[in-house]
């Protein structure tokens, strides 16, 4: 079977979990944001931080047709102004995510001739396509945009998928549905260390001497060009679309986003751009302590990952000595892992966030625990805010609060990156997004809700506009012994199949699970988590970058319940 039928298969898969999975929707007053804010409007007596290390305690801030028009506490409001009451709400400025891969789609393969030479392909079939740009595989309506947004995003630089040279990345605002919502195009060129399979380059060496390749080549025809074009008696210059897509690259009008996984590849890509030149953006990263002197030779701009690594660092009690050795060196490498944004700040290198590879829900649970690591309140926001909108060359009209840049802010029921916050509004390009907030619990209301309440039946009903749905969730045991099975219909129309319930947790209320549908030869992971109230649940079905979608239970009553 081809890549590219395999690549529609799995996403008419995909469209089928959701609608098989999709719940009726909660929590959203008015998530849809079509109504933008044309007239004056007002959010009255709160508190706003205009900038990280800035705020105003019972300040308004005024906005009109997409702008910030006045902020401070003797703002005043024009007749006719609309207004949002503040009090106990905190206003912030919109985050910015400075690599993010939102809606973005990988284009397919191209089709290999029956002489297909794998040792000197294509640079299309050997994923060089610097010539892509991300705008022309973006799905602004992708459900992955409305649950970044709800986090807090409202502009994000978009990069393209692809292989080792994916294309042009995009600035994008996420504001009104029926708008372009572009800010900028062509502002960086995306790299990985990602061959292309059975072809050459197929190892992260043989892309490294690509990337030295297509680099060089690029720089001589753009010598060529502009001798020919200034001398007589020269050779016309061969038109190569690779090449002439680099040029703004060699100009240093754009850097290279070049996506890392390890210090290993942050180490490659250093070594490129120290040999090469070029501005380089090292995103996704992840490991850095060994690499502190490396980074500031180099400049570059450092997009941290905002996922962090799984907690696996318990330990058996009847464990061997090299068992628990073991346990010891990833205990050590995990708690080193936590301290990567700390450790930025405490060297003074100036980082920013990215969302690409990480999920929504996970979000401000990770940005905590950094903080909990040694990273202030102060440059975490600054890395979600100025610190990247310097990075994408846009602090002029964003990344703080002040008259005359974009009216995008994030507002929260509680100080930002408390426990007890909840994004409440988020505004966006002046387009005003209503979520609904929960009342938390009392201590004694979540210690009446344990593990042991959990086990049962529980029903899940969907309704979609592919219809209504609905499957059961068996689960038994309890503390940390808890399994389970799902059933859920069939992709692939052959009636109801079931899914084993893995990684099962309850803690404070909350109940997280993953089970993996199996259709057309391929394991599609999915992933639940949600908030349970006596035997209700309401969570969401996470599906990577596909986006979120609600999902409520019940628990069947049983003589137990009676």
Known sequence: ?????????????????????????????????????????????????????????????????????????????????????????????????????????????????????????????AGITPWRAVLDHHDKQNNAIGDWRKAGFTIAQLIPDGGMISGKAAIITYGSGYSTNIL????????????????????????????????????????????????????????????????????????????????????????????????????????????????????????????????????????????????????????QALK?????????????????????????????????????????????????????????FAGTLEKGKLANMVITTAPLFSKDAQVKHVIADGYLFDYETKSKKSATESSNTGNTSIAGEWEYTSDTPAGSSGGIMKIEGSGSNLKGIITYDDPTGNGTAQADMKDIKVADNNLSFSFNVSAGGMDIRVNVSGEIDGSQFSGQISLGEFGSFPMNASKKPTSLNF
């Not at 979990?17 to 109504?35: C, E, M, N, W, Y």
């Not at 709400?89 to 290999?112: N, T």
């Open 340 to 396: 990567q944004a700390s450790l930025l700040e405490k060297e003074g290198i100036k980082f920013g966030f990215a969302t690409a590879g990480s999920k929504s829900g996970d979000f401000m649970k990770n940005l905590q625990i950094m903080i909990e690591n040694g990273l202030s309140e102060n440059t975490a926001l600054a890395a979600l805010t100025i610190h990247n909108a310097e990075n994408l060359g846009i602090q002029k």
């Open 184 to 335: 900028a195009e062509n502002t960086a060129l995306m790299a990985r260390f990602r061959g292309s399979r059975g072809v050459y380059p197929g190892t992260p060496l043989g892309v490294m001497a690509k990337f030295r390749d297509v680099y060089k080549n690029a720089e001589l025809s753009a010598r060529h060009t502009k001798l020919f074009a200034s001398n007589n008696g020269l050779n016309r210059p061969e038109i190569n679309k690779t090449y002439q897509a680099m040029y703004p690259v060699l100009d240093k009008n754009i850097p290279v986003i070049f996506e890392v996984s390890n210090d290993l590849e942050t180490r490659r890509a250093l070594r490129l751009q120290k040999e090469l030149g070029f501005k380089l953006v090292l995103s996704g990263v992840t490991e850095v302590e060994h690499l502190i002197s490396e980074i500031k030779a180099s400049n570059a701009i450092i997009l941290l990952s905002l996922s962090l690594p799984e907690d696996k660092t318990k330990s058996k009690e009847d464990a061997t000595e090299e068992y628990k050795a073991r346990t010891t060196r990833v205990k050590e490498a995990y708690q």
């Open 1 to 125: 079977m081809k890549i590219c039928t395999n690549h529609k298969l799995l996403s008419s898969l995909i469209v089928a979990v959701f609608f098989i999975l999709s719940l009726k929707t909660h929590a959203q007053s008015d998530p849809s944001g079509t109504r933008r804010v044309s007239s004056s409007y007002a959010i009255t007596n709160a508190t706003i931080t205009t900038s990280p290390g800035k705020t105003i305690q019972g300040a308004t801030i005024l906005f009109k047709d997409g702008l910030v028009t006045a902020v401070g506490t003797n703002v005043s409001i024009p007749k006719g102004t609309d207004i949002l009451s503040g009090d106990s709400l905190f206003v912030y400025p919109g985050f910015i995510d400075g690599a993010s891969s939102a809606g973005v789609s990988r284009p397919s393969d191209p089709e290999r001739p029956a002489n297909f030479d794998s040792s000197n392909p294509t640079d299309e079939q």
